[in-house]
Nanobody, 120 residues
Framework: VRLVESGGDLVQPGDSLRLSCAAS????????MGWFRQAPGKEREFVAS????????DYADPVKGRFTISRDNAKNTVYLQMNSLKPEDTAVYYC??????????????WGQGTQVTVSS
């Protein structure tokens, strides 16, 4: 099983980024997927999740209205479109595969993370 995140970068406040997570080694289309993030000195926190079908999504309050999670089951890839980025969005972003929800314990598979830094 592999989850490989990409797209992290150093950007300025107000910029946009799109993260991608390519999955392999499991039946991606049967798994709910999530994005989490971890800032230095803080616990890993929920960002967004999406059902296996793409029919339902959920977002943490700090990112609601700015971030959009989506997936392409034909490409075994989940995305996180991040707009209007703020310095407080700075973190390592992880994708995860498992059961729809906000708790890390619901997810069986994790990627290695991609760094997003928002700074002027």
């Amino acid at each position: 099983v592999r989850l490989v995140e990409s797209g992290g970068d150093l950007v300025q406040p107000g910029d946009s980024l799109r993260l991608s997570c390519a999955a392999s080694g499991f039946t991606f289309s049967r798994y709910d997927m999530g994005w989490f993030r971890q800032a230095p000195g803080k616990e890993r926190e929920f960002v967004a999740s999406i059902r296996w079908s793409g029919g339902s999504t959920d977002y943490a309050d700090p990112v609601k209205g700015r971030f959009t999670i989506s997936r392409d089951n034909a490409k075994n890839t989940v995305y996180l479109q991040m707009n209007s980025l703020k310095p407080e969005d700075t973190a390592v972003y992880y994708c995860a595969g498992g059961l729809y929800g906000r708790l890390t314990i619901k997810y069986d598979y994790w990627g290695q993370g991609t760094q997003v830094t928002v700074s002027s």
